[in-house]
């Protein structure tokens, strides 16, 4: 599935962010622990280069836990500051990231007689919760969430405190997803609208990926038993699965394809990694039902 998507409002927010950045102290970047790497904006890497970053893989609630910790492992072995969190329950653990980053730049400033303001940038492709981290920082709703992308469409500066401001930025994408697999993740975790994408594709690749990754999880939810089924012949097990009939007894497609989709995003095929850190890398996916605390 080839995707191409990069629309003018991502043009602009790249130069919104441009722009901000000399007149931020720190960085902090979000991905989705699902799909770490897949959901990193290579085009940041050269943007944020020389600022005090960390990344938080977010909704880590939704992923594989043995598999967090690799990845975990793995960024910090090649220096990168990282860091498991769940948007509305890690609150704690931001606000530690954020003091870390910016301990050196308030010292100095207090060792002068100064209490300066700290400013804190917060970037990632869209969908993966850096509105909802926002909000929770701020202890209640001031920047506008939802659950797809493009909901946060301008800078937005946001005090969480009386020395702490913290930005909050558009999801920004890159202009060409080469990578016909990152792409179609970044599609699975709704980081692409929907409306851009051939959904019935999406969810038949989708329902191929599970085969490998969750086979138990489709006989579970769906009552499929044959994992050797691929494209619509998936969708259309779905269907007798699950009872998804219109009048006559004709299988709607179109409703299994929705369902498969959003239960996949909310965590209802249970805790699924869909990439491995490369030293770990296996053909299929990796899933494990062991609910192990973050």
């Known amino acids: 599935?080839?995707?191409?998507?990069?629309?003018?409002?991502?043009?602009?927010?790249?130069?919104?962010?441009?722009?901000?950045?000399?007149?931020?102290?720190?960085v902090i970047e979000i991905c989705d622990a699902r799909l770490p790497e897949s959901s990193r904006n290579p085009v940041l890497n050269a943007m944020l280069r020389g600022k005090a970053r960390v990344l938080m893989m977010n909704k880590a609630d939704l992923a594989n836990p043995a598999m967090t910790r690799k990845w975990q492992a793995y960024y910090q072995a090649h220096g990168v500051q990282c860091a498991a969190i769940t948007a509305g329950r890690s609150a704690r653990e931001v606000f530690k990231a954020i003091e870390n980053l910016t301990r050196d730049k308030v010292a100095r400033g207090e060792a002068r007689g100064v209490r300066r303001t700290v400013r804190v940038m917060v970037v990632g492709v869209p969908n993966v919760g850096k509105s909802t981290i926002i909000n929770q920082l701020h202890g209640g709703a001031i920047a506008q969430v939802g659950n797809r992308p493009g909901v946060t469409r301008a800078?937005?500066?946001?005090?969480?405190?009386?020395?702490?401001?913290?930005?909050?930025?558009?999801?920004?994408?890159?202009?060409?997803?080469?990578?016909?697999?990152?792409?179609?993740?970044?599609a699975y975790i709704s980081a692409i609208r929907d409306e851009v994408v051939d959904t019935f594709a999406l969810?038949?690749?989708?329902?191929?990926?599970?085969?490998?990754?969750?086979?138990?999880?489709?006989?579970?939810?769906y009552k499929i038993t044959d994992m050797s089924l691929r494209g619509q012949a998936l969708l259309e097990a779905v269907?007798?699965?699950?009872?998804?009939?219109?009048?006559?007894?004709?299988l709607d497609i179109e409703r299994a394809?929705?369902?498969?989709?959003?239960?996949?995003?909310?965590?209802?095929?249970?805790?699924?990694?869909?990439?491995?850190?490369?030293?770990?890398?296996?053909?299929?996916?990796?899933?494990?039902?062991?609910?192990?605390?973050?």
Request: proline share 6%; net charge negative; glycine share 8%.
């Open 155 to 186: 800078n937005q500066w946001v005090r969480v405190g009386e020395y702490l401001e913290v930005l909050d930025t558009p999801g920004l994408l890159w202009p060409k997803l080469d990578d016909p697999v990152a792409a179609r993740r970044l």
């Open 1 to 26: 599935m080839q995707i191409n998507w990069y629309p003018g409002h991502m043009a602009k927010a790249k130069r919104l962010l441009q722009d901000q950045l000399s007149r931020v102290d720190a």
């Open 257 to 294: 394809t929705a369902v498969v989709l959003d239960e996949f995003r909310d965590g209802k095929l249970g805790r699924l990694t869909l990439e491995a850190p490369p030293e770990t890398a296996e053909k299929a996916p990796v899933k494990e039902n062991n609910d192990d605390a973050q």
């Open 239 to 250: 269907c007798r699965g699950r009872g998804f009939l219109l009048r006559g007894g004709e």
């Open 203 to 221: 969810s038949c690749a989708l329902l191929e990926d599970m085969t490998a990754l969750a086979p138990e999880a489709l006989t579970a939810r």
